[in-house]
């Protein structure tokens, strides 16, 4: 039985700084959802206000009137917001406290450790709740070196890559894992982010809270357990961060120690510059550029995924129109299309473009 689980958005819900939330209200295996804690939507249902589709979460405006409306005990209370440098303002941690001192343990994926703050581990011994930092690295005697036990995996290994940050390659990821169990196809999901873990479905690490020298082994073994767990006909990877993007370069790992030969590349036409860097004139490489660099990684672009912010419906059949003609592949939008052609282009054998 899974246990429930409130989301703290903090009146940022609509905005993209809540992308935890985001993903957790499209699909949680590891909680059951019962609500979201958001003061700017009180009232609505959480789907709605998301991507227009219902689901039943009901958007709350407190932890109290939570509690009160509820007609089961919640156990966790999950951060669904990104913060300026994963960094707890005074604001937020003053919620928390309320939230623990009614009774609800807090689960928190930012880089700032509740469990690191004395006030916080005494109010939840008080209270005998817990304190989850699932930021937290592991052990170094628990983590891996790689070893070469990659190349036992044989099975197309498929990683949805961006060229930007923030793009929504995990909601892509898990989109393709749903629609090819539907179609008969067994599929397994590596995560490499905290939402992923709270999503719960498949297997993985989380990506930056591991120690570099340990990334390629964490990657290596989050596939190959994988594959000998579910023996799936086809391994997604969920990327992190961007191919390029200098405040957050990462897409070699997966081509390299993953040996990830296919790629699925995740791109929002609406931007120009890397999210946030604009007043560096930071421009975003064109697609032709990132697709020539994972070519020389001897890895293979099969699919564009569209990020359709800030895009008309008109301007997303042109954007696909003009994306497959000029790049010979498919282009699609993870949301709203059809994604069956995409995966059976996963599965298909890869061939060397060398």
């Known amino acids: 039985m899974k246990d429930t689980a409130v989301i703290l958005t903090s009146g940022l819900l609509t905005s993209n700084k809540a992308k935890t939330a985001h993903g957790l209200i499209r699909g949680t295996d590891r909680f059951d959802l019962v609500g979201v804690i958001d003061d700017n939507s009180t009232g609505k249902d959480a789907g709605i206000v998301l991507d227009g589709q219902s689901r039943d979460i009901p958007i709350f405006g407190s932890i109290d009137e939570a509690i009160q409306k509820v007609n089961r005990p919640i ?28 009774g609800v343990s807090v689960i928190n994926g930012l880089h700032h450790f509740l469990g690191d703050l004395p006030e916080f581990v005494q109010k939840a011994n008080d209270k005998k709740v817990e304190l989850l930092d699932i930021r937290k690295g592991k052990p170094k005697t628990e983590q891996n070196f790689w070893s070469g036990r990659i190349y036992d995996v044989h099975c197309p290994i498929v990683a949805i890559l961006g060229t930007d940050c923030a793009l929504g390659k995990r909601t892509t990821t898990r989109i393709l ?32 809270s591991t120690v570099n020298d340990f990334v390629s082994g964490e990657l290596e073994n989050a596939v190959v357990s994988a594959y000998h767990s579910d023996n799936p006909q086809v391994i997604y990877l969920e990327g992190q961060a961007s191919l390029l993007n200098p405040s957050g370069p990462c897409g070699s790992e997966y081509l390299v120690s993953a040996n990830a030969k296919k790629v699925i590349l995740q791109h929002a036409p609406a931007r120009v510059f890397y999210k946030g860097w ?12 990132n697709i020539a660099l994972i070519k020389m990684y001897d890895s293979e672009v099969i699919a564009i995924a569209l990020n359709v912010e800030r895009l008309s419906p008109e301007e997303i059949i042109r954007y696909k129109r003009e994306y497959e003609s000029e790049l010979g592949i498919p282009a699609f939008n993870p949301i709203g299309d059809d994604v069956s052609n995409i995966v059976e282009l996963s599965i298909q054998p890869y061939i060397s473009q060398k």
Do not use: N
């Open 75 to 102: 156990r966790y209370c999950i951060i669904g917001v990104a913060t300026p440098g994963g960094i707890i303002p005074k604001e937020l941690q003053q919620d928390l406290m309320h939230i623990l001192d009614c």
């Open 177 to 208: 894992v749903e629609a090819a169990e539907k179609m008969g196809v067994k599929a397994s999901m590596v995560y490499t982010g905290q939402t992923g873990w709270l999503q719960g479905k498949g297997h993985g690490f989380i990506f930056d």
């Open 278 to 289: 604009d007043h560096l004139d930071l421009k975003i490489p064109s697609l032709k550029k």
